[in-house]
């Protein structure tokens, strides 16, 4: 098993447990690295950190949550937020500027159908 194969074990699992906390230590094990060599490999690869991609695929699916009208509240535990406040600071703080693009989080369930996957490829590419 090649390390590219490994990398992709690890990110299958982070992409099916998204909604759950994440131990890097049991990724750098799927991974068959230590957590160090794991967390490098993957910044090279991916061009950015765990944590950050992490951050990212969250907020993403958030947004197609909040869309398909999920509440605020819901969506914000269901990705690990301890209360909506926490999840509203998160959209200006990780790069997700919805307020600049006329957007607020509440108005993103509000889309239309054919917009969702702009949004979602603009929140991937933040």
Request: net charge neutral.
């Amino acid at each position: 098993m090649d390390w590219i194969t490994r990398l992709n074990n690890a990110i299958t699992y982070m992409e099916e447990n998204m909604a759950n906390e994440m131990d890097y230590a049991h990724l750098a094990q799927i991974a068959c690295c230590s957590s160090y060599q794991f967390q490098r490999m993957f910044t090279y690869i991916a061009g950015v950190s765990v944590p950050e991609y992490l951050r990212r695929r969250k907020m993403s699916l958030a947004a197609v949550d909040l869309q398909s009208g999920g509440k605020v509240i819901d969506v914000a535990l269901k990705y690990g937020y301890t209360s909506p406040t926490a999840f509203n600071r998160a959209y200006p703080t990780r790069g997700f500027h919805f307020r600049h693009r006329g957007l607020g989080e509440y108005a993103v369930r509000n889309l239309v159908a054919g917009e969702e996957e702009s949004l979602i490829l603009s929140l991937e590419n933040v």
